[in-house]
């Protein structure tokens, strides 16, 4: 299932991923009816990288940022073992969020620039 769902997004272009995913649905229909599903109805969304500038495919595609933000908070989070209430949570989280968004506004992804 993994490499035919790989086929879709890794396709070299919008019309021949969404010939991968007639592929997918034909195989997985059966087996996974609520995965298919769900992925014909996001479908749109999930190519919606096939707009953009070919080198630009790769990191649009990919959720690595969201995860690295993630990754930061469980490792912040973690050490503390107990909270005293929720607000000493939210308080972490945000700082942790609030120094991505900062270094973010006052940088440039440098393969964004690349393909521009």
């Known amino acids: 299932m993994k490499s035919d769902a790989q086929a879709i997004y890794r396709a070299q272009n919008r019309k021949a991923a ?5 592929a997918f ?3 997985w ?12 109805r996001n479908l749109p969304e999930l190519l919606s990288f096939y707009s953009f500038p070919k080198p630009l ?20 989070t973690r050490p503390m073992v107990c909270f005293v209430h929720l607000q000493s949570v939210d308080r972490i989280i945000f700082s942790i ?13 440098h393969v964004f620039t690349r393909a521009a």
């Open 97 to 109: 969020f609030n120094r991505f968004n900062e270094d973010w506004r006052n940088h440039t992804l």
């Open 18 to 22: 969404q010939a991968a995913f007639r």
């Open 25 to 27: 649905q034909a195989r």
């Open 29 to 40: 229909q059966n087996t996974y009816p609520a995965v298919v599903k769900r992925l014909e």
């Open 57 to 76: 495919w790769r990191s649009l595609r990919t959720t690595n940022v969201i995860e690295r933000c993630f990754v930061e908070v469980r490792r912040r």
